[in-house]
């Protein structure tokens, strides 16, 4: 793919990682300013000489902010709250849910500056 955006996104939540051993101190509930980074991609520009325009990820920001924001991840999302599994989860929001899903290539999750998780999808497209 030739051209490449991004758009970012931050939000602030609770959670804690109840898979992990005993004692691990992630197990306890603790918070985070987290980052989400969406990238898309496509091999030719639109009409407008854009891969998309910005506001066209809008609802993204609007399902971050009713859905993540402020709230305790463990009962917000039907997943274990990892950043590889919010990455996961904004993924398919985005490609179900966003008119220029389809250019969706990636989306990145930081808990902090120095950590990140990224999903992309596999070669079946993102099957899940």
Not at 81 to 87: D, H, K, L, S, V
Not at 93 to 101: E, F, M, V, Y
Request: aromatic share 8%; with cysteine.
């Amino acid at each position: 793919m030739t051209y490449v955006i991004g758009k970012q996104f931050i939000f602030c939540a609770a959670h804690h990682l109840d898979r992990l051993p005993p004692g691990h101190k992630c197990t306890r509930v603790h918070g985070h300013t987290y980052t989400v980074d969406v990238q898309l991609a496509a091999d030719a520009l639109g009409a407008a000489d854009m891969v998309c325009d910005f506001g066209d990820l809008e609802d993204l920001g609007e399902y971050i902010a009713a859905t993540l924001d402020h709230r305790d991840l463990n009962e917000a999302l039907t997943v274990q709250p990892t950043c590889e599994r919010i990455a996961e989860h904004l993924y398919h929001w985005c490609r179900d849910n966003l008119p220029a899903g389809r250019l969706v290539t990636a989306v990145r999750v930081s808990e902090s500056p120095r950590t990140w998780a990224e999903y992309r999808p596999g070669a079946a497209g993102g099957a899940r």
